[in-house]
């Protein structure tokens, strides 16, 4: 069972369930959009479900093996999010689920009063009080948005964005460079990464079961990750004049997600599985490029 299958974390986790060859019910508000109906086509059971109605969850729960569950900060704010957790866990609790994989945040073992941060602490604590087998993992930053994948943006203003994948990209490398120091190392993950830790923590419960894994395949100065991106692809990134003022007014959650991780240490982790490297994403990105051009 994948929350949020026509998502991109959930995307990720559907697709790597069903190269498993597992049997992949995907939840999504939206069962005719594209994501939804190529998961179809791959030999995912879609079906029509809505966190924030928690009767529509409760038949979809019955009898499922596991449940991948993310909710979107961006789209409602940190109460909206945490309402969607407590129906999921509220729903599995009533379903008797046997396994919930939650993606969380890094950091989100206390609250720091960043909200992009915080409903994830609230929730991981239900979580584990709920008598529930869990796994969790925290992401870092995704690499994917420096494609513009994950915007830190509601849904409409989203697929606005997402004709323009690669400006949104170039101004998101430039944002950090704006507002991180310039060795301070930026915590990097890939949503690939998400779906093959999840996959993993399904198929092996009596390992991943009741543990917290965080998610860094890369921790590098936003001057490297920079430079690197400068060498190989073709659009460099902008020096955009006033960013960081800018995103306080324009964008404080963002902004207030991007200090906090500016005042804290980072670091590659070491995970059951080898997480890719900034170095091989921005490489695969760069020959997937090369090819279509």
């Known amino acids: 069972m994948v929350l949020g299958a026509a998502g991109n974390q959930g995307g990720y986790v559907a697709r790597q369930g069903l190269a498993a060859g597992w049997t992949v019910r995907a939840v999504t508000r939206h069962p005719?959009?594209?994501?939804?109906?190529?998961?179809?086509?791959?030999?995912?059971?879609?079906?029509?479900?809505?966190?924030?109605?928690?009767?529509?969850?409760?038949?979809?729960?019955?009898?499922?093996?596991?449940?991948?569950?993310?909710?979107?900060?961006?789209?409602?704010?940190?109460?909206?999010?945490?309402?969607l957790g407590m129906h999921v866990l509220k729903a599995a609790g009533a379903a008797g689920t046997p396994h919930i994989v939650y993606t969380s945040g890094l950091g989100a073992e206390?609250?720091?009063?960043?909200?992009?941060?915080?409903?994830?602490?609230?929730l991981e604590t239900l979580l584990r009080q709920s008598g529930l087998p869990f796994t969790i993992l925290r992401p870092g930053l995704f690499m994917d948005d420096f494609l513009g994948a994950s915007l830190p943006f509601p849904r409409p203003i989203q697929r606005i964005l997402s004709r323009h994948r690669l400006w949104v990209g170039r101004w998101f490398l430039a944002t950090l460079r704006a507002v991180m120091a310039p060795d301070h190392p930026v915590p990097l993950t890939t949503l690939m990464d998400v779906g093959n830790m999840a996959r993993w923590a399904f198929e092996h419960?009596?390992?991943?079961?009741?543990?917290?894994?965080?998610?860094?395949?890369?921790?590098?100065?936003?001057?490297?990750?920079?430079?690197?991106?400068?060498?190989?692809?073709?659009?460099?990134?902008?020096?955009?004049?006033?960013?960081?003022?800018?995103?306080?007014?324009?964008?404080?959650?963002?902004?207030?997600?991007?200090?906090?991780?500016?005042?804290?240490?980072?670091?590659?982790?070491?995970?059951?599985?080898?997480?890719?490297?900034y170095e091989e994403w921005l490489t695969r990105i760069h020959q997937t490029d090369c090819r279509s051009s």
Request: charged share 15%; aromatic share 8%.
């Open 32 to 83: 005719e959009g594209d994501q939804a109906r190529q998961l179809s086509q791959c030999g995912a059971d879609v079906m029509r479900g809505d966190m924030a109605d928690p009767e529509t969850l409760k038949p979809i729960f019955q009898g499922a093996d596991g449940i991948f569950s993310v909710q979107n900060f961006w789209e409602g704010g940190m109460h909206h999010e945490i309402s």
């Open 110 to 122: 206390h609250p720091k009063n960043v909200p992009a941060i915080d409903g994830k602490a609230f």
């Open 205 to 277: 419960p009596q390992v991943s079961s009741g543990q917290t894994y965080e998610l860094i395949g890369t921790a590098q100065a936003v001057l490297t990750l920079c430079a690197q991106w400068n060498a190989l692809m073709p659009q460099p990134i902008p020096r955009i004049p006033g960013l960081a003022p800018g995103l306080r007014l324009a964008h404080p959650q963002m902004s207030a997600l991007l200090y906090w991780l500016r005042n804290r240490s980072w670091a590659s982790t070491s995970t059951p599985l080898r997480l890719q490297t």
